[in-house]
């Protein structure tokens, strides 16, 4: 190596440390190393995750229900750029992905790229852009007559979304977006299910009590944050709402363990949630409201 | 020369270190490195998580499991974490607990013709108030299934569970630690990774003979 080239190289390595040893006092290089370091080791603490399924399992299960599918329950795509505020645009978002995952999962592969659409543009002033790959669309376009495709690219545009908000820590947004999302699955739901004839769906729909339950958990985490405040003040009442729910034991404890005869793991036991008509009617009333007050155009 | 190059890599790597600290190169990872099961029935469920872990550490995760739903969860981990995190399971519920409270009240002491004594007696009032506290009954322990990465079971009644991820300590024992502070960290860098937890779901498959057959 030529003397050049060393001082070029040395010039590089020194670069950076300068860098470092101008922002601090007195302190030599061996105390900004520890630090640094320090501030790596500190970030890492035990932590509590509370998750909120996403729209396809609903959606997939009250399909296989046997639940018909209503146009009619959609927030319309052509409200889309009346959403101008911020905290709006991202429940939203939340609303449309949650609307596009309905779509896909009842094979409206139209209303599915009216949907995605509106989905990308609203992403786009909240700034998830980069969270759509270009090619997304196109696939959703190119797998118009595969069902399964179409929800496994719509899950993805969809996790992408959370993996964004994630890697960005904007825990605050992604709140926003998973609550709406949960919402307008539990609005489609309470207005497409029939009490006393949709069993099925109306008992998922009573077990929204536990998914409310991390919901509003995962909020308090953002509470700092005004718009999530507001948005964990109409969770709160429409908990207040779910706690009218009984739990009734089922006769024997929870369990995880193997049944006899049977490779598989069952959990079972424990309580079970119930509902009645009135309780019903209440839960529909109350989630009406508030998604009817956050998809209104002003 | 190689001495330059050492330098200027432990230079990087202290000016790369922070940004990992986010957790940020971690989301995915579950994606990545965890084993998908074999069954094409299974679709990959939105409440799988990934996340920077030290040794030593122990995190939960919280998770709506739904009745006549069959899930996989698996759980993949950087190698330099070692091989026997532990995945324990519970259940949590709220559940109504009745609490007698004791309120201790300073009162003026009366005589017998109902005039004021002049002196104070302390008087204590009991109230059952009604609280609502989170129990939580652990249903499985990995460390009692040799350490198992994978766990699949059905679910006959929805349940909001919590999944807690150990990862033991340089001792091995799996017990969280406070983090220590102080100088030269630089070695616990190589004590941290990423750990995933995939989570599948699928409809419980009927089995048995359906239908109206003759």
């Given at each position: 190596?030529?003397?050049?080239?060393?001082?070029?190289?040395?010039?590089?390595?020194?670069?950076?440390?300068?860098?470092?040893?101008?922002?601090?006092?007195?302190?030599?290089?061996?105390?900004?190393?520890?630090?640094?370091?320090?501030?790596v080791i500190?970030?890492v603490?035990?932590?509590?995750?509370?998750?909120?399924?996403?729209?396809?399992?609903?959606?997939?299960?009250?399909?296989?229900?046997?639940?018909?599918?209503?146009?009619?329950?959609?927030?319309?795509?052509?409200?889309?750029?009346?959403?101008?505020?911020?905290?709006?645009?991202?429940?939203?978002?939340?609303?449309?992905?949650?609307?596009?995952?309905?779509?896909?999962?009842?094979?409206?592969?139209?209303?599915?790229?009216?949907?995605?659409?509106?989905?990308?543009?609203?992403?786009?002033?909240?700034?998830?852009?980069?969270?759509?790959?270009?090619?997304?669309?196109?696939?959703?376009?190119?797998?118009?007559?595969?069902?399964?495709?179409?929800?496994?690219?719509?899950?993805?545009?969809?996790?992408?979304?959370?993996?964004?908000?994630?890697?960005?820590?904007?825990?605050?947004?992604?709140?926003?977006?998973?609550?709406?999302?949960?919402?307008?699955?539990?609005?489609?739901?309470?207005?497409?299910?029939?009490?006393?004839?949709?069993?099925?769906?109306?008992?998922?729909?009573?077990?929204?009590?536990?998914?409310?339950?991390?919901?509003?958990?995962?909020?308090?985490?953002?509470?700092?944050?005004?718009?999530?405040?507001?948005?964990?003040?109409?969770?709160?009442?429409?908990?207040?709402?779910?706690?009218?729910?009984?739990?009734?034991?089922?006769?024997?404890?929870?369990?995880?363990?193997?049944?006899?005869?049977?490779?598989?793991?069952?959990?079972?036991?424990?309580?079970?949630?119930?509902?009645?008509?009135?309780?019903?009617?209440?839960?529909?009333?109350?989630?009406?409201?508030?998604?009817?007050?956050?998809?209104?155009?002003? | 020369?190689?001495?330059?190059?050492?330098?200027?890599?432990?230079?990087?790597?202290?000016?790369?270190?922070?940004?990992l600290?986010?957790?940020?190169?971690?989301?995915?990872?579950?994606?990545?490195?965890?084993?998908?099961?074999?069954?094409?029935?299974?679709?990959?469920?939105?409440?799988?998580?990934?996340?920077l872990f030290s040794k030593?550490?122990?995190?939960?995760?919280?998770?709506?499991?739904?009745?006549?739903?069959?899930?996989?969860?698996?759980?993949?981990?950087d190698?330099n974490l070692?091989?026997?995190?532990?995945?324990?399971?519970?259940?949590?519920?709220?559940?109504?607990?009745?609490?007698?409270?004791?309120?201790?009240?300073?009162?003026?002491?009366?005589?017998?013709?109902?005039?004021?004594?002049?002196?104070?007696?302390?008087?204590?009032?009991?109230?059952?108030?009604?609280?609502?506290?989170?129990?939580?009954?652990?249903?499985?322990?990995?460390?009692?299934?040799?350490?198992?990465?994978?766990?699949?079971?059905?679910?006959?009644?929805?349940?909001?569970?919590?999944?807690?991820?150990?990862?033991?300590?340089?001792?091995?024992?799996?017990?969280?630690?406070?983090?220590?502070?102080?100088?030269?960290?630089?070695?616990k860098s190589s004590e941290m990774g990423c750990?995933?937890?995939?989570?599948?779901?699928?409809?419980?498959?009927?089995?048995?003979?359906?239908?109206?057959?003759?």
């Amino acid at each position: 190596m030529n003397k050049k080239s060393k001082l070029a190289l040395a010039a590089l390595v020194a670069l950076p440390l300068i860098f470092l040893t101008s922002c601090g006092n007195d302190e030599d290089a061996d105390d900004i190393n520890s630090d640094l370091v320090e501030e790596v080791i500190s970030n890492v603490k035990n932590e509590s995750y509370y998750q909120i399924p996403s729209p396809d399992e609903m959606f997939g299960f009250i399909k296989e229900s046997g639940l018909k599918y209503n146009k009619s329950m959609l927030n319309p795509v052509q409200n889309v750029s009346s959403y101008s505020e911020p905290k709006q645009q991202s429940l939203n978002f939340g609303i449309y992905s949650a609307d596009l995952a309905y779509t896909a999962a009842f094979e409206e592969y139209q209303e599915s790229i009216k949907y995605f659409g509106s989905i990308q543009k609203l992403g786009d002033q909240i700034g998830l852009s980069s969270a759509f790959d270009k090619s997304l669309i196109e696939r959703v376009q190119t797998n118009l007559n595969n069902s399964d495709s179409l929800i496994a690219i719509t899950n993805k545009s969809y996790f992408s979304v959370v993996d964004y908000l994630e890697q960005n820590e904007q825990g605050d947004k992604l709140g926003l977006v998973a609550s709406a999302g949960w919402l307008e699955t539990v609005y489609i739901v309470c207005n497409t299910a029939k009490y006393g004839k949709d069993n099925a769906a109306i008992d998922r729909l009573a077990d929204q009590k536990l998914t409310l339950d991390n919901l509003l958990a995962y909020l308090e985490k953002y509470q700092d944050k005004p718009d999530v405040k507001e948005a964990l003040g109409w969770f709160q009442d429409l908990a207040t709402v779910f706690a009218s729910l009984e739990q009734k034991s089922t006769g024997s404890g929870i369990t995880l363990k193997k049944k006899e005869g049977s490779k598989k793991m069952v959990l079972g036991g424990g309580d079970n949630i119930t509902i009645t008509e009135a309780q019903f009617n209440a839960i529909k009333n109350k989630v009406s409201e508030i998604r009817n007050n956050i998809v209104k155009v002003q | 020369m190689k001495s330059y190059i050492k330098i200027f890599l432990v230079v990087m790597s202290i000016l790369i270190l922070p940004n990992l600290s986010n957790a940020q190169y971690c989301n995915n990872f579950h994606a990545s490195f965890c084993n998908p099961s074999e069954n094409e029935l299974y679709k990959i469920n939105g409440q799988s998580k990934s996340a920077l872990f030290s040794k030593g550490q122990t995190s939960e995760l919280s998770v709506i499991v739904y009745k006549g739903q069959d899930y996989r969860i698996s759980l993949c981990m950087d190698e330099n974490l070692g091989s026997q995190a532990s995945l324990k399971v519970y259940e949590t519920k709220k559940v109504k607990v009745e609490k007698v409270v004791e309120n201790k009240t300073m009162e003026d002491v009366i005589d017998a013709d109902g005039n004021p004594t002049g002196e104070q007696k302390e008087v204590i009032t009991k109230e059952t108030k009604v609280t609502e506290e989170i129990k939580k009954e652990l249903l499985y322990d990995g460390s009692a299934d040799n350490f198992a990465t994978e766990l699949e079971f059905s679910v006959e009644t929805t349940r909001r569970l919590i999944l807690e991820i150990s990862i033991p300590d340089a001792g091995g024992a799996g017990k969280s630690k406070g983090i220590a502070t102080g100088k030269g960290k630089m070695v616990k860098s190589s004590e941290m990774g990423c750990v995933g937890i995939l989570i599948e779901h699928m409809t419980t498959p009927k089995t048995g003979f359906y239908g109206t057959g003759f």
